[in-house]
């Protein structure tokens, strides 16, 4: 009866919404009392609908009511406090169904708080004492709470297993390991928690090597993100900058040409608008004469038409215009003709530094190179439109296909002279300059073909190895015969071993000094594969077989 009544002076003094003993107790209006942190929380979550109401009996309250401490109700909780009764254990005290429950707890189970090994029981704080007080127990092994104490007992022998068979790798009893496991590697579950702990503390350690250097990384990772996108703001910045010092630059010559041209123009019109003048006034004197020579000419009387005729018939000078039609009607065409030519120049020098610029961006790629494509769908998503350049092309080759596709032919074909064309080895270049990651195909037909990548500097004229591809230390080139692979650069030969085919792809990753050649059918089967520093721009390049054997051809594939 006496621990009936305790337990009702618990509830009593408890909070309804902690179900722990009062702490600062505050009375609401309706009269009940909660923890002054519990009713604050509770309101601060009501704040939103202006409507505060009793967790209890949920009477609301507008506005939010001022709480006031209850003097006497705290008072009581100290003095249970001082009397050393607990509270009631709240709900979370209880063992729920992810929870292990104390097996020697009556009705509604407390939470296990260790488990023994040796009893194979679960005990909660209470019922736990014994093992902390009796001699007996004392020497048991305690283990945090575990739900499945019953698989440490051999379904067999109902033993505990306090065996460990190394062969067959499964915990056992004692009369397990003279039974079925006779003749087996067997040591005791203790011996062989010791030598997996071993290896346990082993692989803890990697494990916080590897965090410790991940952390590592991570921070490298972070000071160089902060690097790049400071580099990256300041050339942001710094570029901003100088395009704007070329705009303002180009204004103002734009300005100044506008200025000249208005100042000539004013000049040359004063010019003519002064002769105009003269030569309407030298038309407005000749009329006036033609009109007295016209009166004289109608004088009956003969002394009078002789004594006027002198001083009628006197004609002042003409006024010069020799030079009105001297010039060519051209005026200030020839200023736009070298405005013009200044803007193809500008032009041609903004296409040829671009590449310097495209390649010095795509070197920010430092610390985090990215793998090979492993499938066709990863290489095509570096596809490059490439069209071959005619200025670069031997006379002996013919490009079709919008530029795609180059022949070897036995009679020259009329291109322009150009120095950039290969005098003596039928080969082609690309227009376009490779940077960056890129990927492209070659279809191939005849006896040879050869596939490259070189320098623009590569040499034109002769037929020394300065100019073949492959030949030289500035291109590298896959050689494709009837039956053969070779793959050629700095004028060493390497054999190719894979699967024919007409179809060959290229794969080139210009930062990281790859380049991968594959070839391709319904799969892709990598032939060749180079790593290398590249210092420059590469260009597509392709030879074809020589003028004798016409009839090779090669074409720059349109990917989807």
């Given at each position: 009866?006496?621990?009936?009544?305790?337990?009702?002076?618990?509830?009593?003094?408890?909070?309804?919404?902690?179900?722990?003993?009062?702490?600062?107790?505050?009375?609401?209006?309706?009269?009940?009392?909660?923890?002054?942190?519990?009713?604050?929380?509770?309101?601060?979550?009501?704040?939103?609908?202006?409507?505060?109401?009793?967790?209890?009996?949920?009477?609301?309250?507008?506005?939010?009511?001022?709480?006031?401490?209850?003097?006497?109700?705290?008072?009581?909780?100290?003095?249970?406090?001082?009397?050393?009764?607990?509270?009631?254990?709240?709900?979370?005290?209880?063992?729920?169904?992810?929870?292990?429950?104390?097996?020697?707890?009556?009705?509604?189970?407390?939470?296990?708080?260790?488990?023994?090994?040796v009893c194979l029981v679960s005990y909660c704080e209470?019922?736990?004492?014994?093992?902390?007080?009796?001699?007996?127990?004392?020497?048991?092994?305690?283990?945090?709470?575990?739900?499945?104490?019953?698989?440490?007992?051999?379904?067999?022998?109902?033993?505990?297993?306090?065996?460990?068979?190394?062969?067959?790798?499964?915990?056992?009893?004692?009369?397990?390991?003279?039974?079925?496991?006779?003749?087996?590697?067997?040591?005791?579950?203790?011996?062989?928690?010791?030598?997996?702990?071993?290896?346990?503390?082993?692989?803890?350690?990697?494990?916080?090597?590897?965090?410790?250097?991940?952390?590592?990384?991570?921070?490298?990772?972070?000071?160089?993100?902060?690097?790049?996108?400071?580099?990256?703001?300041?050339?942001?910045?710094?570029?901003?900058?100088?395009?704007?010092?070329?705009?303002?630059?180009?204004?103002?010559?734009?300005?100044?040409?506008?200025?000249?041209?208005?100042?000539?123009?004013?000049?040359?019109?004063?010019?003519?608008?002064?002769?105009?003048?003269?030569?309407?006034?030298?038309?407005?004197?000749?009329?006036?004469?033609?009109?007295?020579?016209?009166?004289?000419?109608?004088?009956?009387?003969?002394?009078?038409?002789?004594?006027?005729?002198?001083?009628?018939?006197?004609?002042?000078?003409?006024?010069?215009?020799?030079?009105?039609?001297?010039?060519?009607?051209?005026?200030?065409?020839?200023?736009?003709?070298?405005?013009?030519?200044?803007?193809?120049?500008?032009?041609?020098?903004?296409?040829?530094?671009?590449?310097?610029?495209?390649?010095?961006?795509?070197?920010?790629?430092?610390?985090?190179?990215?793998?090979?494509?492993?499938?066709?769908?990863?290489?095509?998503?570096?596809?490059?439109?490439?069209?071959?350049?005619?200025?670069?092309?031997?006379?002996?080759?013919?490009?079709?296909?919008?530029?795609?596709?180059?022949?070897?032919?036995?009679?020259?074909?009329?291109?322009?002279?150009?120095?950039?064309?290969?005098?003596?080895?039928?080969?082609?270049?690309?227009?376009?300059?490779?940077?960056?990651?890129?990927?492209?195909?070659?279809?191939?037909?005849?006896?040879?073909?050869?596939?490259?990548?070189?320098?623009?500097?590569?040499?034109?004229?002769?037929?020394?190895?300065?100019?073949?591809?492959?030949?030289?230390?500035?291109?590298?080139?896959?050689?494709?015969?009837?039956?053969?692979?070779?793959?050629?650069?700095?004028?060493?030969?390497?054999?190719?071993?894979?699967?024919?085919?007409?179809?060959?792809?290229?794969?080139?990753?210009?930062?990281?000094?790859?380049?991968?050649?594959?070839?391709?059918?319904?799969?892709?089967?990598l032939l060749h594969r180079v790593q290398t520093t590249?210092?420059?721009?590469?260009?597509?390049?392709?030879?074809?077989?020589?003028?004798?054997?016409?009839?090779?051809?090669?074409?720059?594939?349109?990917?989807?």
């Open positions: 009866m006496a621990q009936k009544g305790a337990q009702l002076d618990q509830e009593t003094f408890s909070c309804s919404i902690c179900l722990d003993l009062l702490k600062d107790p505050m009375a609401v209006p309706c009269g009940h009392s909660y923890c002054m942190t519990c009713i604050k929380t509770h309101w601060d979550e009501e704040d939103e609908k202006n409507i505060y109401s009793c967790p209890q009996c949920r009477q609301t309250f507008t506005p939010r009511p001022v709480l006031v401490k209850n003097i006497m109700l705290a008072a009581l909780v100290e003095q249970l406090k001082k009397t050393g009764l607990q509270a009631a254990p709240a709900d979370h005290c209880y063992a729920g169904p992810e929870d292990v429950a104390c097996d020697f707890c009556t009705g509604r189970k407390l939470k296990a708080l260790k488990s023994c090994l209470k019922h736990l004492q014994p093992h902390y007080d009796v001699a007996q127990l004392k020497r048991h092994k305690l283990m945090e709470p575990c739900k499945k104490l019953q698989d440490n007992i051999c379904s067999r022998h109902d033993e505990v297993m306090k065996m460990f068979c190394r062969t067959d790798q499964q915990s056992i009893c004692y009369l397990c390991s003279v039974d079925e496991h006779k003749g087996h590697d067997t040591v005791s579950a203790a011996a062989e928690r010791t030598e997996r702990q071993r290896e346990l503390e082993g692989s803890r350690q990697k494990i916080q090597q590897r965090i410790q250097d991940r952390q590592k990384d991570v921070k490298v990772l972070q000071q160089e993100l902060e690097t790049i996108n400071g580099s990256a703001d300041k050339a942001v910045k710094n570029s901003e900058k100088i395009f704007s010092e070329l705009i303002c630059l180009l204004k103002k010559r734009r300005s100044d040409v506008k200025q000249q041209i208005r100042s000539q123009q004013e000049t040359e019109g004063s010019r003519v608008k002064e002769l105009q003048e003269k030569l309407e006034q030298e038309i407005t004197e000749l009329k006036r004469k033609d009109i007295d020579l016209k009166q004289l000419s109608h004088t009956q009387d003969h002394t009078q038409f002789l004594q006027n005729y002198p001083s009628v018939s006197a004609l002042s000078e003409p006024t010069d215009s020799s030079s009105i039609n001297i010039r060519p009607l051209r005026y200030f065409e020839d200023v736009t003709a070298a405005v013009s030519e200044l803007r193809d120049k500008l032009q041609d020098i903004l296409r040829e530094k671009w590449t310097n610029i495209s390649l010095a961006l795509t070197e920010v790629d430092v610390l985090l190179p990215q793998p090979e494509p492993k499938t066709i769908f990863g290489f095509l998503q570096y596809s490059q439109k490439l069209t071959l350049d005619p200025n670069t092309a031997n006379k002996y080759m013919l490009l079709s296909g919008g530029n795609r596709k180059a022949a070897a032919m036995k009679q020259q074909q009329f291109y322009s002279s150009h120095p950039d064309s290969f005098t003596r080895y039928s080969q082609v270049l690309s227009r376009e300059s490779l940077t960056g990651r890129c990927y492209w195909e070659v279809e191939w037909s005849g006896r040879g073909v050869g596939v490259a990548v070189t320098y623009k500097n590569i040499s034109r004229a002769g037929i020394s190895n300065e100019c073949g591809f492959g030949f030289n230390d500035k291109s590298w080139s896959l050689y494709c015969g009837e039956d053969e692979y070779y793959f050629w650069h700095n004028n060493i030969r390497t054999p190719v071993s894979g699967p024919r085919s007409s179809r060959v792809g290229v794969y080139l990753d210009h930062r990281a000094g790859i380049l991968s050649f594959y070839s391709v059918s319904k799969t892709m089967t590249f210092t420059q721009p590469l260009y597509a390049g392709l030879w074809i077989s020589g003028f004798i054997f016409a009839g090779s051809s090669a074409e720059i594939c349109k990917l989807k």
